[in-house]
């Protein structure tokens, strides 16, 4: 049952256009989304994230936006850099449950920035 | 410098030699976790701690093992490892509570052949 869904395993985008990862998820109870980004060697990293309250989060050249009705969610980075190459990850949780701490992972998105 | 460490990087062993990745953490969090990163299947939860000696089932737990004895450390272990248990993994940790927004910090990872 994969609560947490990312149905593009890769995307390759050309340096400086926009690129747009997107997740789905199925459990209406989550109420918080991260996005991670993780290189070849290294753990995932904190890139994002937005609570289920707001439909909008930027954060430089990232922007994560929300569509509770519809359970999407999509990292826009503008504009797209070849350091941007890895893979990205969703995931949500259920913040407001006292001691709730687990996140549930999507499968990852690769993206590739070319030249 | 914040982090956690994982120990060994890479490991590859054979069928039912009893094995331990070690992880520990320099931030005084109270929540671990550690996961398993599969192709196509993204990160999924092993066990998981929320403090000293609390430990929980994740996800794919069964033949795995932890233990929590001091904040810090959060080993897994590996009673009698199997092929299927080769996989990439990871520890995390975070704060707990509603503040902390759930966000976890990774190690570099470990990465086992089980042969």
């Known amino acids: 049952d994969q609560q947490v869904k990312q149905n593009s395993p890769s995307l390759s985008v050309q340096e400086g256009r926009i690129s747009i990862l997107n997740c789905d998820y199925t459990?209406?109870?989550?109420?918080?989304f991260l996005w991670y980004k993780k290189y070849p060697a290294e753990g995932p990293t904190f890139l994002i994230s937005i609570s289920s309250i707001k439909d909008k989060n930027e954060d430089g050249r990232f922007t994560v936006f929300l569509n509770k009705s519809a359970k999407h969610l999509s990292l826009h980075i503008v504009p797209s850099q070849p350091g941007d190459s890895a893979v990205y990850f969703c995931?949500?949780?259920?913040?407001?449950?006292?001691?709730?701490?687990?996140?549930?992972f999507g499968q990852g998105t690769r993206l590739t920035i070319n030249p | 410098e914040a982090q956690v460490t994982q120990n060994p990087r890479y490991l590859i062993t054979v069928t039912g030699k009893k094995l331990t990745v070690t992880c520990s953490q320099n931030?005084?969090?109270?929540?671990m976790s550690w996961y398993r990163q599969d192709p196509g299947l993204g990160l999924r939860q092993i066990y998981y701690s929320m403090n000293v000696e609390v430990t929980d089932k994740g996800d794919v737990p069964e033949g795995y093992k932890v233990s929590r004895k001091e904040k810090r450390n959060f080993p897994l272990i590996l009673e009698s490892p199997s092929p299927n248990q080769t996989s990439l993994y990871f520890c995390a940790s975070s704060l707990v509570g509603y503040l902390a927004k759930n966000i976890q910090y990774f190690g570099a990872g470990t990465r086992l052949s089980v042969l």
């Open positions: 995931a949500a949780s259920r913040r407001k449950i006292q001691g709730a701490q687990k996140l549930v």
């Open positions: 931030m005084n969090h109270e929540y």
């Open positions: 459990n209406s109870m989550f109420d918080y």
